[in-house]
């Protein structure tokens, strides 16, 4: 490494005092067959599989001292190879992201890149050939570490293989971009560094980074690393030729960057970065250049490191990754009451989908009820068909599809179907009395400490609890639709509930593997108020007299996952329109229901938008109902007014006490409406952009979280 990296890495160590230090251990075997003494270095932080392995500044110090320790011995001719793997299911995953937060310089950023690049790329040139064993989990910077090597083998039990730095906020920047290209292509390149890491950080298996061409060969998980050093053996002696296909430069490497560039126009909307600049980067990477292609890789870095996207990323992802593990607030799960058996009341929409997770998560019997057979059998037949479905696509075997097919039944006798359940859930209309009335009949049917929940998304839990003998079991269970897609379920505590059923019905969320997030019983909760009330904006702007196309391109600029009016059809404009006018009787200073969207409503229209000419465009029977003012505001002054009253709404969510921080904020959009990382859900986005101070004289979060240091 040059000295000056040496410098700026030790100053960067300095920064991060307490990184949990990867040490490379290097020991010596004879490789079999009489292939000669190999040096294979084993990357392990100390820690069980619990605490993968990551890369600081003091990590790549103690690689480059490993690789110091082979490069004289391969000069000195005492080594045939090099090998590099990990410990027990960890090859590495890549940097460590704590460290970005206390980067304040853009010259301590630019180290980490160049220091990673400096150190990575000894692995290319020493004078013996170098071998990755991917043994286990690999991202990121752990890839990379391979891609520098002249050979790979991979492990077919690797359960987790990808590059997610540009779902983070980053791009591939310690060789990916430029290495991954010229060893696979471009097209699958792309696969893997924007089409996987945008879908949600998609994982490759083991069997696909091999199918992919990204490792040469492919053994069991059993005994990998020995089948991997026989041959290892082989190839050294020259009795195994490694032939890899040739690397298309022609116009298809132009045209999968295209392809790339298309992936993440339909993803983040140009609104965030790093997307844009690791295609840049592996557009130019054709040229096969890889001195140019790292200097690319290292500016890209430190203008990403210091940009507000990758902190809003971080955060973002430490939110689902740790605070969706540890919901605040939630009871002592020691209380927690077993759930055997789970009844279902209504059988539409939600009830059918609820049904379904139920059975599979918690693999109990499970009973869907309504107000005819009709609708029963309606409702259990999808869920029947949706198990088929799984079982086609090899999600579930034969014997497990049948299992749970025989887990959902129907019944129009609640008071036989429920008589042993010990969790219930009502998903019928949004009605209160309707609800209250059922929850009523549930109470003298259900055994006496069964749960009663709800799914309403924005009535009072606790007015629904209130005619029972046992309100204290009564939990608000809010999912979010498509369920299968949308992680969050909001858990409201009523007035009246009990911390035992609290427990019990967090212990149940995480069985359902869902984002539990304890919110008060408030109206509509934390997503539907937000939304409702950003949507009240728009829609206020357009009755107002603002064309309906510019008011919906208004929030383009944030790359959220769609526009308010395509988000409004997905609802449905009645549904929208009741939430509205449910939180315009609790605020009525700050929601007003569209009056437009009202003669929407009353003239049966189900969507605003129709999509004939292939993009969607306001239904000319809509816009005959619309009556609008004469104040026209511009995309801007639209936009400002929306984030403007995001910011109000949630700073008012924050004092009521509806959730415990801004994060769980945060939390609740990201899984429950999709909003980005880079956005971090909304607050950090609010703070960078200054609405946050405009508009409520303060900050949501601390200076230095999920932002970039004043310089
Ligand atoms: P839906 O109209 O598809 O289903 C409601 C079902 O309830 C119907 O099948 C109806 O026959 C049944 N029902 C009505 N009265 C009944 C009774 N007395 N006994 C038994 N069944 C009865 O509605 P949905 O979209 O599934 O919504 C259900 C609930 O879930 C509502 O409270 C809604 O606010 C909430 N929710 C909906 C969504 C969504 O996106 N649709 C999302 C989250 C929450």
Excluded at 364 to 380: A, H, N, S
Excluded at 417 to 430: K, L, N, S
Aim: charged share 25%; aromatic share 6%.
């Amino acid at each position: 490494m040059s000295s000056s990296t040496v410098e700026l890495l030790k100053g960067a160590a300095e920064l991060f005092p307490d990184e949990v230090v990867t040490q490379a251990h290097v020991r010596h075997l004879d490789l079999p067959g009489g292939a000669g003494r190999f040096a294979l270095i084993t990357l392990d932080n100390g820690f069980d599989h619990t605490k993968p392995t990551t890369f600081g500044p003091q990590s790549l110090a103690h690689l480059d001292a490993a690789l110091d320790q082979v490069e004289q011995e391969a000069a000195a001719g005492e080594i045939a190879g090099v090998g590099v793997t990990g410990k027990p299911f960890i090859f590495a995953v890549g940097a460590d992201l704590k460290g970005v937060e206390l980067l304040k310089a853009r010259d301590e950023a630019l180290a980490i890149g160049r220091g990673g690049h400096e150190v990575f790329k000894r692995l290319s040139g020493l004078a013996v050939p170098t071998f990755a064993y991917y043994n286990g989990a690999a991202m990121g910077g752990g890839v990379e570490i391979g891609l520098h090597c002249t050979y790979r083998t991979v492990s077919r039990a690797v359960p987790a293989f990808s590059l997610p730095e540009v779902f983070l906020g980053l791009v591939p920047g310690w060789g990916g971009c430029t290495l991954l290209p010229n060893l696979i292509g471009a097209d699958r390149a792309v696969t893997v560094v924007i089409e996987n890491s945008l879908n949600q950080n998609r994982q490759l298996k083991g069997k696909q980074v091999h199918d992919l061409g990204i490792a040469d060969a492919i053994f069991e998980g059993a005994d990998f690393l020995e089948q991997s050093l026989g041959w290892t053996a082989a190839v050294l002696k020259g009795e195994l030729e490694v032939v890899r296909p040739d690397i298309d430069r022609s116009e298809a490497w132009d045209a999968a960057i295209e392809r790339g560039r298309a992936v993440a126009d339909d993803k983040v909307h140009g609104a965030a970065p790093a997307a844009y600049r690791a295609l840049d980067i592996m557009a130019a990477a054709k040229n096969g250049d890889l001195r140019q292609g790292f200097a690319a890789e290292d500016e890209a870095l430190a203008d990403l490191i210091m940009g507000g996207e990758l902190r809003a990323g971080i955060y973002a992802f430490d939110l689902v990754q740790r605070r969706a593990k540890r919901p605040a607030g939630a009871p002592d799960k020691s209380l927690a009451r077993p759930v055997t058996k789970v009844g279902v009341v209504g059988a539409g929409l939600m009830a059918s989908q609820l049904a379904l997770l139920f059975a599979r998560r918690l693999e109990v019997p499970v009973v869907l009820t309504d107000i005819d057979q009709e609708r029963i059998d309606k409702g259990v037949a999808w869920v029947h068909e949706q198990i088929d479905m799984l079982l086609l696509k090899g999600r579930l075997h034969q014997d497990a599809a049948n299992r749970l097919k025989a887990l959902v039944t129907g019944s129009l006798d609640k008071a036989a179907a429920f008589a042993d359940a010990d969790f219930v859930i009502e998903a019928v209309f949004e009605e209160l009395s309707l609800k209250q009335r059922i929850f009523a009949e549930l109470e003298e049917v259900v055994p006496a400490e069964a749960i009663l929940a709800t799914n309403t998304s924005s009535l009072s839990v606790t007015e629904m609890a209130a005619g029972l003998t046992h309100p204290e079991r009564v939990v608000g269970f809010h999912f979010f639709n498509p369920v299968a897609v949308l992680p969050l379920l909001e858990i409201v505590r009523a007035e009246r509930t009990d911390d035992a059923s609290l427990a019990t019905a967090f212990a149940v969320a995480k069985k359902l593997k869902k984002s539990a997030v304890l919110v008060k019983d408030a109206p509509a909760f934390v997503v539907n108020r937000i939304l409702t009330r950003f949507m009240g904006e728009v829609l206020g702007a357009v009755d107002e007299g603002t064309p309906v196309e510019v008011a919906d391109r208004a929030l383009a600029p944030l790359g959220l996952p769609m526009s308010p009016i395509v988000l409004l059809d997905l609802v449905g404009p009645a549904v929208a329109h009741h939430v509205a006018g449910t939180l315009a009787a609790a605020f009525p200073d700050r929601f007003t229901p569209s009056a437009n969207l009202g003669r929407v409503v009353e003239a049966g229209k189900r969507t605003l938008y129709v999509h004939d000419s292939g993009k969607p465009e306001l239904d000319p029977e809509v816009a005959a109902l619309f009556e609008v003012g004469d104040t026209v505001l511009t995309e801007e002054q639209v936009r400002d007014r929306a984030l403007d009253a995001i910011a109000q709404e949630i700073r008012l969510m924050l004092d009521e006490g509806v959730v415990a921080e801004a994060q769980d904020v945060d939390l609740c959009l990201i899984t429950g409406a999709g909003w980005p990382f880079h956005l971090g859900g909304i607050t950090p986005y609010l703070d960078r952009a200054g609405v946050s101070e405009r508009v409520t004289g303060r900050r949501f979060l601390q200076p230095g979280v999920a932002s970039v240091p004043a310089p």
